[in-house]
């Protein structure tokens, strides 16, 4: 095909292959801002964390120096540092860090709906007594009824005689226990 001046070519063909070089995606200052917002609030989530919980999150070196760093200082210095996180996080793909702190936090709340929910088992077999430990025999058939029933009698003598709850902590421990052999 000849190649013909562009002053003889069509100007629709000429704004056509203009749109095509020009396909830029504008962002705007504003979002930037926000995601830099947002890596910044990540920075401060790990920077929270314990050495446990940061060694399952994947970080290279850098990171996890400059984390170690912001969690010895305190105040300005911290600040400026989480500053630093932030930015180092802006050159690196957030979403792996982001999914170990999210399944981080998943685990915790996991735990906590456990406590939860053997206190309100202590609390049914204190208030019901023979009733709540046949339900939970069912639930944990590898439970021993007779330490059950002792330690659900003893505990509500000791609520009885207004004692400190001794025995409905170790009432708390042996469901614990229960829970993690199941």
């Known amino acids: 095909m000849n ?29 930037i801002k926000r995601d ?29 120096c400059a984390i170690a760093l912001a969690q010895r200082i305190k105040r300005e210095g911290q600040r400026r540092q989480i500053q630093l996180i ?8 957030p979403e792996p860090i982001q999914q170990a702190l999210d399944k981080l936090k998943n685990r915790h709340n996991q735990q906590i709906t456990l406590f939860h929910k053997l206190e309100i088992l202590r609390d049914k077999l204190l208030a019901q007594g023979d ?4 339900q939970v025999l069912e639930h944990y058939p590898q439970a ?14 000791e609520k009885a005689a207004k004692k400190p709850p001794k025995t409905a902590r170790q009432l708390y421990q042996y469901l614990h226990t229960l829970s993690e052999a199941d």
Not at 7 to 23: A, G, N
Not at 86 to 92: D, E, N, P, T
Not at 131 to 134: L, S, T, Y
Request: charged letters at 35%.
């Open 36 to 64: 830099a917002e947002t890596l910044k609030q990540l920075g401060v989530e790990l920077v929270s964390l314990g050495k446990n919980a940061l060694e399952k999150i994947p970080l290279d070196d850098d990171l996890r």
């Open 86 to 93: 932030g930015k180092m996080l802006r050159a690196r793909d």
């Open 144 to 157: 021993d009824r007779q330490q059950l029933r002792a330690l659900v009698r003893n505990a509500q003598k």
């Open 131 to 134: 009733d709540a430990i046949a």
């Open 3 to 31: 190649k013909q001046p562009e002053e003889w070519q069509d100007p629709q063909s000429l704004q056509q292959q203009d749109d095509e070089q020009d396909e830029i995606i504008w962002v705007s200052k504003s979002e």
